[in-house]
């Protein structure tokens, strides 16, 4: 691998499609999703379900297995590598070095066979080639920069034996354990209970300013990306929305599919109210709707919105939208 | 029922659950009791939506089914509409659950995958053999109707529906017998953003057409904020705080509920904060202390924390110093 230089994004997607062929007719995940992260920046990406966020940073992990999964793209790279092209060994370097990823759930991260200091200290001989000694030391060091406060404890844990707040610091752990450029955290508080899910976003984001490491955070909840990126990426049906620093998401939400999730958000106010609510449904991605994804529920779709898909288009500003109702 | 018009739909009173947990080997086998639910008492006002808030762990999904009597409880007594059901038999219960339903989070695993949509709404009808197939069809085709559903799902199954329909058809089946209470744990936990604000709204919507009274379970409490008048927390299996929603929003007092609205994200991202977190020993080692001249209805002084009044239909866990 060649030292990236320092213009070259260390995340780069363009025009990415995934298909998974089914019995039952091709489920469209991503439909020509492209984004990139500079190195040390946040980016959020945000959609509900069958959106494609988590498919679209399984792709650039080369973490689809394929077949089954169709995967065609212009550009998918880290670190400035085309990944489509590396070889497994080349990939495997990439994944722990380059890019690390966390999950929802903790628990199937974990092989519930090993202890957590067996499954760090492997992670570390197999991507840094530590011996047995230097990598128990490493994992209990990666344990208390994790904030784990009985950390020669939970290295003789099973999985079963810790609490998901605990697991998923653990897992962040043996994800820095190879000092990733990047890390994607997919939903990695979505399991935990509220005031565990507040601990963990602090941890990443502390570890992140820290490390000077980029950071994808794939989330459907508007409150995580509030607290910790830079910069949004909408997603809907498959497809980028909006595209825009995350004071604009919030404050000048320009896409009227963010609008509306914005405005969708209880408890925003004080007192008992209705709420505004989407109508409808996601799309379906075994046969999603012609046009823009979102005209079906979209309160200001037209005629041109069901025919033609708009193209993302961007801004003077950098903030890019797919809508024939926003001009950039 | 023959109850007075002044009970409230539900009421909790001295409600408590102990499990046994068994320890060691088959040798030296132990119990340890394991206190879920300690004596709580809480009152569902009628046509009130009252929130039930706290962690896993926290008890809330044992009181509620107790209150149902889905899970019998180790003490205490629950009073339907004010008729004590506590230590009925299934016969003698069966009228009270019809007046008594519930809606959980995963509809998916509650809908019987074998029938139609129209069967599973119109099954508690046939359950408690209220009308002939011909009027159960038609009701649970209104019923669909009623919670935003086209007739023609009637024919559908389980399997076709995205998230947020399965719930609706959840809600319908729960609401076709026309209870004053509906129990509903977290059934908006597992659904997306844009679903989750159409159910709620239902929620409301039917609270209000039907005088219904709902205990909502949830950790949720940007979703409670929307939805409940009251709300008590939870907290280690026990009752923190309960007061008016708004009261807990503006005017928390208990540190477990201050604690828990801090860990809300903020959607504003110039507001961004380091926080400061204490774990749940310490929050509950802390505790609160009110001197007894600061209450709103005189309690005795004493070194073991109990619910006192601190205002009006605001009670909060504290020791009471004199």
């Known amino acids: 691998m060649t030292a990236p230089s320092a213009a070259e994004p260390l995340v780069e997607i363009r025009d990415l499609h995934v298909a998974f062929p089914q019995f039952e007719g091709t489920v469209h995940a991503v439909r020509g999703v492209s984004l990139h992260l500079a190195p040390g920046e946040s980016l959020g990406i945000v959609g509900e379900s069958g959106s494609g966020k988590s498919v679209s940073c399984m792709a650039v992990m080369r973490l689809l297995r394929s077949p089954p999964a169709q995967i065609s793209a212009d550009r998918l790279a880290l670190e400035g590598i085309d990944v489509m092209a590396a070889g497994k060994d080349d990939l495997t370097r990439l994944r722990g070095r380059a890019a690390a990823m966390i999950f929802q759930d903790p628990m199937t991260a974990f092989d519930p066979v090993f202890t957590i200091g067996q499954q760090i200290a492997e992670t570390l001989r197999l991507h840094r080639e530590m011996g047995r000694r230097a990598a128990r030391d490493e994992a209990l060091n990666l344990l208390r920069r994790v904030e784990i406060r009985n950390p020669e404890a939970v290295l003789e844990s099973y999985p079963h034996q810790l609490s998901g707040g605990m697991l998923q610091r653990a897992m962040i752990a043996m994800a820095l354990s190879c000092h990733p450029?990047?890390?994607?955290?997919?939903?990695?508080?979505?399991?935990?209970?509220?005031?565990?899910?507040?601990?963990?976003?602090?941890?990443?984001?502390?570890?992140?300013?820290?490390?000077?490491?980029?950071?994808?955070?794939?989330?459907?909840?508007?409150?995580?990306v509030a607290e910790t990126v830079d910069r949004v990426v909408v997603m809907y049906g498959g497809q980028v929305m909006e595209q825009a620093g995350v004071i604009d998401i919030f404050e000048r939400p320009a896409h009227p599919y963010t609008r509306a999730l914005l405005a969708s958000i209880p408890g925003q106010e004080g007192g008992r109210r209705r709420l505004t609510e989407i109508p409808g449904g996601s799309p379906d991605p075994s046969d999603p709707p012609g046009g823009c994804p979102f005209h079906p529920r979209c309160p200001e779709a037209d005629a041109r919105c069901a025919a033609e898909a708009p193209p993302l288009l961007t801004g003077a500003d950098g903030r890019q939208t797919a809508c024939w109702r926003v001009t950039p | 029922m023959s109850a007075p018009a002044a009970a409230p739909a539900l009421e909790l009173r001295g409600i408590a659950k102990t499990y046994m947990l068994r320890e060691g080997g088959t040798l030296r086998r132990r119990h340890r009791p394991l206190q879920a639910v300690r004596p709580t008492d809480l009152v569902l006002e009628r046509n009130g939506i009252l929130g039930l808030v706290g962690e896993s762990g926290s008890g809330k999904t044992t009181t509620g089914m107790m209150a149902l009597r889905l899970v019998n409880p180790s003490g205490g007594?629950?009073?339907?509409?004010?008729?004590?059901?506590?230590?009925?038999?299934?016969?003698?219960?069966?009228?009270?659950?019809?007046?008594?339903?519930?809606?959980?989070?995963?509809?998916?695993?509650?809908?019987?995958?074998?029938?139609?949509?129209?069967?599973?709404?119109?099954?508690?009808?046939?359950?408690?053999?209220?009308?002939?197939?011909?009027?159960?069809?038609?009701?649970?085709?209104?019923?669909?109707?009623?919670?935003?559903?086209?007739?023609?799902?009637?024919?559908?199954?389980?399997?076709?529906?995205?998230?947020?329909?399965?719930?609706?058809?959840?809600?319908?089946?729960?609401?076709?017998?026309?209870?004053?209470?509906?129990?509903?744990?977290?059934?908006?936990?597992?659904?997306?953003?844009?679903?989750?604000?159409?159910?709620?709204?239902?929620?409301?919507?039917?609270?209000?057409?039907?005088?219904?009274?709902?205990?909502?379970?949830?950790?949720?409490?940007?979703?409670?904020?929307?939805l409940c008048d009251r709300v008590a927390v939870m907290f280690n299996g026990r009752i923190v705080e309960e007061a008016e929603a708004e009261t807990i929003f503006t005017g928390a007092r208990h540190p477990y509920t201050r604690a828990l609205l801090d860990a809300i994200p903020v959607l504003d991202p110039r507001r961004r904060r380091t926080r400061i977190f204490r774990d749940r020993d310490a929050i509950e080692a802390e505790g609160l202390t009110l001197a007894a001249g600061a209450l709103s209805e005189p309690a005795e002084p004493s070194d073991e924390p109990a619910l006192v009044a601190v205002a009006p239909r605001h009670r909060v866990e504290a020791v009471v110093t004199p």
Do not use: C
């Open chain 1, 181 to 224: 450029r990047v890390l994607f955290a997919d939903e990695p508080t979505t399991a935990l209970d509220v005031t565990v899910q507040a601990q963990i976003l602090q941890l990443i984001k502390d570890l992140q300013a820290e490390l000077g490491m980029g950071l994808i955070m794939v989330t459907h909840d508007m409150g995580v």
């Open chain 2, 77 to 226: 007594r629950i009073l339907l509409e004010g008729d004590d059901i506590t230590d009925l038999g299934v016969t003698a219960l069966k009228p009270y659950r019809r007046r008594m339903q519930v809606v959980f989070q995963d509809s998916y695993s509650a809908l019987d995958p074998m029938f139609t949509l129209q069967q599973i709404v119109a099954e508690p009808l046939v359950i408690h053999g209220i009308g002939d197939a011909r009027s159960r069809a038609a009701r649970a085709l209104e019923w669909l109707e009623r919670v935003g559903l086209h007739r023609s799902y009637g024919s559908r199954y389980p399997h076709e529906l995205s998230g947020g329909q399965r719930q609706r058809v959840a809600i319908a089946r729960a609401l076709i017998l026309e209870p004053a209470v509906l129990v509903a744990d977290e059934p908006t936990s597992a659904l997306d953003v844009s679903v989750k604000a159409q159910i709620i709204n239902l929620l409301q919507d039917l609270q209000a057409d039907m005088d219904l009274s709902i205990l909502f379970i949830s950790h949720d409490l940007s979703v409670v904020r929307s």
